[in-house]
């Protein structure tokens, strides 16, 4: 349609977490007909080397020129902001932002707030090695006035695993993967926990029958969701809802 917004999507990084985006776009547009949904254009650039593998020096292959050049081509596109699905991918925000003259919404930093919102205090991260190595999480809920949580050793490689051999892999993850993790940052006081890996919105989207929600332990916020609102805001669409962070009372919403 011409005149509306168009909302760009740097995807690609993982394709599971570029359609779990566009879905949870969709699932969360207030929209009673195709043309109340918010108008993408998706870069789906799987090309886009691994960016845990570079930051933790496993790898040469920096994702930023890549990164820069598709955010270039949906300025030109004519776009009016970008979204990235890639929550390592923010290490490289700065940059990326400055190559264009439209807003790359800073997905990290509004996953913060919605922990603030939420009335988190020590908020458990679960995010890649990358994410973690290079505290892509920590300056943005610290600058909130939380307290970042890493997990240790073995949880940090549990959830390594349920990204890269589960989703990245294409087997099928369920929120029964992911409970076992969220009660561990429980275990070490967290009053909240960040799903800061795009992917690990898939386990928590894919409930498993008989099997209780992350939330049903701890709050969650999924960055997937905290991203697909703010996409909506610049779309000028309206939300079907408006919170950001689920708990057993206010139950996950895709």
């Not at 690609?12 to 929209?31: E, F, K, W, Y």
């Not at 940059?95 to 922990?115: G, K």
Request: with cysteine; glycine share 8%.
């Amino acid at each position: 349609m011409v005149g509306k917004p168009l909302v760009g999507i740097i995807g690609g990084v993982g394709p599971a977490a570029t359609a779990r985006l566009s879905m949870t776009i969709v699932d969360r547009t207030l929209a009673s007909c195709d043309q109340d949904h918010v108008r993408t254009l998706v870069a789906n650039d799987t090309t886009l080397p691994d960016r845990s593998a570079f930051i933790l020096g496993r790898s040469d292959r920096s994702p930023l020129p890549g990164l820069i050049a598709d955010a270039r081509f949906l300025e030109e596109s004519g776009c009016c902001a970008i979204a990235l699905p890639c929550n390592t991918a923010h290490h490289f925000w700065s940059e990326v932002q400055a190559s264009v003259e439209i807003p790359l919404i800073n997905m990290v930093r509004e996953t913060a707030l919605a922990c603030k919102t939420a009335g988190m205090r020590n908020v458990g991260v679960l995010a890649t090695e990358g994410t973690i190595a290079v505290g892509v999480y920590d300056e943005a809920l610290k600058e909130a006035g939380l307290n970042p949580v890493h997990p240790d050793a073995d949880v940090q490689k549990a959830v390594t695993s349920l990204i890269y051999d589960g989703v990245k892999a294409g087997k099928q993850v369920t929120s029964a993967h992911l409970n076992p993790l969220v009660e561990a940052m429980k275990q070490r006081g967290c009053d909240g926990v960040i799903l800061g890996c795009t992917e690990l919105s898939e386990a928590a989207a894919n409930a498993e029958y008989g099997a209780p929600a992350p939330q049903d332990i701890l709050p969650v916020v999924d960055s997937i969701i905290v991203l697909a609102n703010r996409v909506i805001d610049a779309a000028g669409a309206t939300r079907r809802y408006t919170t950001t962070y689920y708990t057993a009372a206010e139950p996950y919403k895709a």
